[in-house]
């Protein structure tokens, strides 16, 4: 059992008996309340200090933050980079795990994207000073302006973790945070496998062919991993990917 440490009410969660692997739902108990959440509900889990991650790090056992670190890390020393002076965004940066590691490791300046006001808040109230800023924002319908200030950043890496395809963070969204990176950035990403099969048409996997065979996105490395467990108990594969920006990317080229 874990406090709920904003009222000091204890809560537990509990996952399906039976469960099969479509099942993506929990229920959170507190105070004699039962609650059904969806387990991609993140503004209303991210309300509830620790939830997220009692049940998708700890039960479901989510290795995607820790395999991303890892592997911006290494491809860093590969590559010649300085951890402590490399300038990181984290897109979808929801509660500020990837964020938290990436500091550990000695990364000094690390900026949270996101698009939930729910997940910027969690982090704030979490993990304060992680990020040196938490930007809230929907890059695929984000103003120059915005863009533009994104691009002051001088990122030299950006990490997305466990947030693309399936209709979680849209490809314009993607891209626009790649053409905000300086130079040839790094990209480190975990994505499902499902995303990367030749014949998905999810538009993520147009995007990522499109970007790949356009000569606008090198892949160093890629590797397959366990993401995390489903809740029937079976294992979830992701593929952990990690790339060089090698020329802006036409925002429209899913189009294209």
Known sequence: ????????????????????????????????????????????????????????????????????????????????????????????????????????????????LDNLVEARDACMRDRPGVYEDYLVTDLELAEPAAIEHLAEGQFELLTCVGALGGGHIPPGALIRALNSLTGEALLVMTVHERWLDVDSVDPFSLAFRAMTAGGYLEVLQASSFTHRLDMSGDPITFRLLIGRRTAPVPVDLILM
């Open 1 to 112: 059992m874990i406090k709920d440490t904003a009222d000091g009410t204890p809560w537990t969660v509990e996952l399906p008996e039976r469960a099969s692997a479509r099942d993506e739902s929990f229920v959170f108990v507190r105070d004699g309340h039962r609650e059904l959440i969806h387990l991609h509900d993140y503004a209303r889990i991210y309300t509830v200090p620790g939830l997220y991650e009692r049940v998708v790090q700890d039960l479901l056992q989510c290795r995607s933050p820790i395999v991303a670190v890892d592997g911006a890390i290494a491809a860093a020393a590969e590559l010649g980079r300085a951890l402590a002076t490399l300038r990181v965004l984290d897109l979808g940066a929801g509660v500020g795990l990837v964020g938290e590691l990436l500091r550990a490791a000695g990364v000094s300046a690390v900026v949270g």
